[in-house]
């Protein structure tokens, strides 16, 4: 054995304990470090970018990178990073995920370990958290982009089995073209569509409602009417990620008794709504969907990555991802052979996490999270609407503030930029920008566990001290 591997073997209980120092210091600093460190922090030093040729060992490599970079990092599993949409670990998610590394199971079959009986268990779980029903079967994959690659891949194979086709042998140019419906499809999906070959330019849009982000049905139903016999996904949102809009499930349904489609419902963030009695009523049908996205590393607060794709379809499932090979056993229909059933070969033990979350806290911790980042999320909308310079995009209708500011001297969209540089560069908020209704408008999403009721006073403070005409008093006060 190398010598400095001989070294470090006899020295893990050593690194083990600094590395729990690390993640303690780490940890306790969350709530001050800076959400968006200064560029300068970000930058390598050009002997970091170098393959050495004698090692250091993992004491020395791992003190020497957080004495350089660990002020390069964002404090974004904290409880003020509000851009995109960015949940953090909640501490039993955290330390499983610890465990994942540390017992590095390859999670694809279940015969030389438990992993895949614990990862069935935990998409049971969830099934009951989310209420949906039995005949829903689901996998742990990367995150929601991989989640609609999966469900969007099997809802191409059912297109073809429609027509006689199967498109796991003959390829999606067998069916001809295909279109994609949706009012407002994440990018995410759009990319899948580029990796499943079907192409981004098969996406139409369909219009919105006037009032909302969701999907405008009569100009579906229209659309579906004036082309008959296409082959056709719909692709609908169960929280939009600029107003957390909902498609009308009921009505989607209804008319997919009349014109035939793949419903697939992009719920990464918004599904998770679904386990709060107050808010299932967003969600009403979508357990009618042929397939769902959830991620599990944005409101379900489980580190990265982490999300997890669910069909009724089992066997199509299959057709497409089944993985043949002489060394490898033979696809058998079973919702846990994940071999079979996801684009990976070889798998993290990616279920664990979230199993032990939900363990640890149970249905109603999740509803405490999701009910207290909604109506702290309503606080800030309301203070913003009632403050000078400021105003809502759109309602808050769920865990997401899209906001404007008003008065600006100048282009919108400048100021807009100004703005979200200032607050990144004042580092107690992360906010992210966006256009709503042809307006620039600024995005906050509140998933994470440890927000309070101060980091909204927190954040609130900070965006009023970074309006355009107020900077220039701005100080780099320090968090309390
Ligand atoms: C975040 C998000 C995605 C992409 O998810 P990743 O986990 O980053 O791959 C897709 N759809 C929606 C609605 C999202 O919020």
Same mark, same amino acid.
């Given at each position: 054995?190398?010598?400095?591997?001989?070294?470090?073997?006899?020295?893990?209980?050593?690194?083990?304990?600094?590395?729990?120092?690390?993640?303690?210091? %780490?940890?306790?600093?969350?709530?001050?470090?800076?959400?968006?460190?200064?560029?300068?922090?970000?930058?390598?030093?050009?002997?970091?970018?170098?393959?050495?040729?004698?090692?250091?060992?993992?004491?020395?490599?791992?003190?020497? *990178? !957080?004495?350089?970079?660990?002020?390069? &990092?964002?404090?974004?599993?904290?409880?003020?990073?509000?851009?995109?949409?960015?949940?953090?670990?909640?501490?039993?998610?955290?330390?499983?995920?610890?465990?994942?590394?540390?017992?590095?199971?390859?999670? &694809?079959?279940?015969?030389?370990?438990?992993?895949?009986?614990?990862?069935?268990? @935990?998409?049971?779980?969830?099934?009951?958290?989310?209420?949906?029903?039995?005949?829903?079967?689901?996998?742990?994959?990367?995150?929601?982009?991989?989640?609609?690659?999966?469900?969007?891949?099997?809802?191409?194979?059912?297109?073809?089995?429609?027509?006689?086709?199967?498109?796991?042998?003959?390829?999606?140019?067998?069916?001809?073209?295909?279109?994609?419906?949706?009012?407002?499809?994440?990018?995410?999906?759009?990319?899948? &569509?580029?990796?499943?070959?079907?192409?981004?330019?098969?996406?139409?849009?369909?219009?919105?409602?006037?009032?909302?982000?969701?999907?405008?049905?009569?100009?579906?139903?229209?659309?579906?009417?004036?082309?008959?016999?296409?082959?056709?996904?719909?692709?609908?949102?169960?929280?939009?990620?600029? @107003?957390?809009?909902?498609?009308? *499930?009921?009505?989607?349904?209804?008319?997919?008794?009349?014109?035939?489609?793949?419903?697939?419902?992009?719920?990464? *963030?918004?599904?998770?709504?679904?386990?709060?009695?107050?808010?299932?009523?967003?969600?009403?049908?979508?357990?009618?969907?042929?397939?769902?996205?959830?991620?599990?590393?944005?409101?379900?607060?489980?580190?990265?990555?982490?999300?997890?794709?669910?069909?009724?379809?089992?066997?199509?499932?299959?057709?497409?991802?089944?993985?043949?090979?002489?060394?490898?056993?033979?696809?058998?229909?079973?919702?846990?052979?994940?071999?079979?059933?996801?684009?990976?070969?070889?798998?993290?033990?990616?279920?664990?996490?979230?199993?032990?979350?939900?363990?640890?806290?149970?249905?109603?911790?999740?509803?405490?999270?999701?009910?207290?980042?909604?109506?702290?999320?309503?606080?800030?909308?309301?203070?913003?609407?009632?403050?000078?310079?400021?105003?809502?995009?759109?309602?808050?209708?769920?865990?997401?503030?899209? %906001?404007?500011? @008003?008065?600006?001297?100048?282009?919108?969209? @400048?100021?807009?930029?100004?703005?979200?540089?200032?607050?990144?560069?004042?580092?107690?908020?992360?906010?992210?920008?966006?256009?709503?209704?042809?307006?620039?408008?600024?995005?906050?999403?509140?998933?994470? !566990?440890?927000?309070?009721?101060?980091?909204?006073?927190?954040?609130?403070?900070?965006?009023?001290?970074?309006?355009?005409?107020?900077?220039?008093?701005?100080?780099?006060?320090?968090?309390?």
């Amino acid at each position: 054995m190398h010598s400095r591997l001989q070294q470090d073997l006899e020295d893990f209980p050593q690194i083990l304990d600094y590395t729990r120092q690390l993640a303690q210091t %780490f940890l306790a600093g969350l709530e001050q470090r800076p959400v968006c460190p200064p560029a300068v922090e970000q930058q390598l030093q050009p002997e970091d970018k170098i393959l050495l040729e004698e090692g250091r060992g993992a004491l020395a490599t791992l003190e020497n *990178f !957080w004495q350089r970079y660990a002020a390069g &990092l964002s404090g974004s599993a904290g409880p003020r990073y509000f851009g995109f949409v960015t949940g953090g670990g909640t501490p039993a998610a955290l330390a499983a995920d610890w465990l994942v590394s540390t017992i590095d199971q390859n999670s &694809l079959l279940s015969h030389d370990t438990i992993a895949a009986a614990i990862e069935l268990a @935990t998409i049971e779980q969830l099934k009951t958290l989310l209420h949906l029903p039995a005949d829903f079967s689901g996998s742990f994959v990367s995150g929601a982009t991989m989640a609609n690659f999966v469900g969007i891949a099997i809802g191409r194979q059912w297109l073809g089995q429609q027509r006689g086709i199967d498109v796991a042998q003959q390829g999606v140019g067998a069916l001809g073209p295909i279109q994609i419906l949706s009012a407002n499809a994440h990018s995410s999906s759009v990319k899948a &569509l580029s990796m499943l070959g079907i192409g981004r330019t098969a996406l139409k849009n369909i219009t919105q409602q006037a009032d909302s982000e969701a999907l405008n049905i009569t100009a579906l139903e229209q659309h579906l009417a004036a082309t008959p016999g296409i082959p056709t996904i719909v692709l609908a949102s169960a929280g939009t990620v600029n @107003t957390a809009a909902f498609d009308d *499930f009921p009505s989607l349904l209804a008319l997919r008794e009349r014109y035939p489609f793949w419903l697939h419902v992009d719920a990464a *963030f918004g599904g998770v709504a679904a386990c709060s009695p107050r808010h299932t009523h967003l969600l009403q049908g979508w357990q009618q969907a042929d397939s769902i996205t959830i991620d599990a590393h944005k409101w379900m607060n489980v580190p990265y990555d982490s999300a997890i794709q669910f069909t009724r379809h089992l066997s199509l499932q299959m057709q497409v991802f089944q993985n043949h090979s002489s060394y490898l056993e033979a696809p058998i229909l079973r919702p846990d052979n994940y071999l079979h059933l996801t684009p990976e070969n070889s798998r993290r033990f990616r279920a664990l996490p979230l199993w032990i979350a939900l363990k640890a806290y149970g249905r109603s911790g999740m509803q405490e999270i999701v009910e207290r980042n909604i109506r702290l999320a309503r606080q800030l909308g309301a203070a913003l609407a009632a403050s000078e310079g400021f105003c809502l995009l759109a309602p808050v209708n769920l865990n997401i503030v899209c %906001f404007a500011l @008003t008065d600006v001297k100048g282009d919108a969209e @400048t100021a807009r930029d100004r703005f979200i540089e200032r607050l990144d560069h004042h580092g107690v908020i992360r906010c992210t920008p966006t256009y709503y209704n042809g307006q620039p408008g600024i995005r906050a999403a509140l998933v994470n !566990w440890m927000t309070e009721e101060k980091d909204i006073i927190l954040a609130l403070r900070s965006m009023q001290a970074c309006r355009p005409d107020t900077s220039s008093s701005l100080g780099k006060t320090p968090l309390k």
